[in-house]
């Protein structure tokens, strides 16, 4: 079954064209080698200062969904909903890597890639 990804984000994110494809794609890419483990990813950008502006104001929050596991969530913030989101992406590729780690060494196959 494929993995499922949701976007959400609050209206004053959503100013920039296309930006729920594009970070969507750029997420999908950054975890593809988790696909297979994972049943949705889901994504939330938002901007924690509104119209006020400021540094670092815009947040992505990425949340994974390993089967038959946990959630496994991260929250990143940047100038840029875009930066924002690679930064989640990268921090949740990582927390990932060391779950599945984990998982991999507590198996006794040593192939994890064999079809059940």
Known sequence: ?????????????MGTENVAERIEAAVREKLARFEERLT???I???DDNGAKGGADDKACTIEARPRG?????VTEHA???DDAARKAANTLAQRLERHF??????SHDPRPDKVM
């Not at 499922?4 to 004053?12: H, K, L, M, T």
């Not at 596991?69 to 969530?73: E, F, H, K, L």
């Not at 780690?101 to 507590?106: L, N, Q, V, Y």
């Open 79 to 81: 100038a840029k909903v």
């Open 1 to 13: 079954m494929p993995m499922q990804v949701q976007f959400n984000s609050d209206s004053s994110v």
């Open 101 to 106: 780690g984990k998982e991999a060494r507590h």
């Open 40 to 42: 949705r990813i889901e």
């Open 69 to 73: 596991g946990r959630a496994i969530g």
């Open 44 to 46: 939330h950008v938002r």
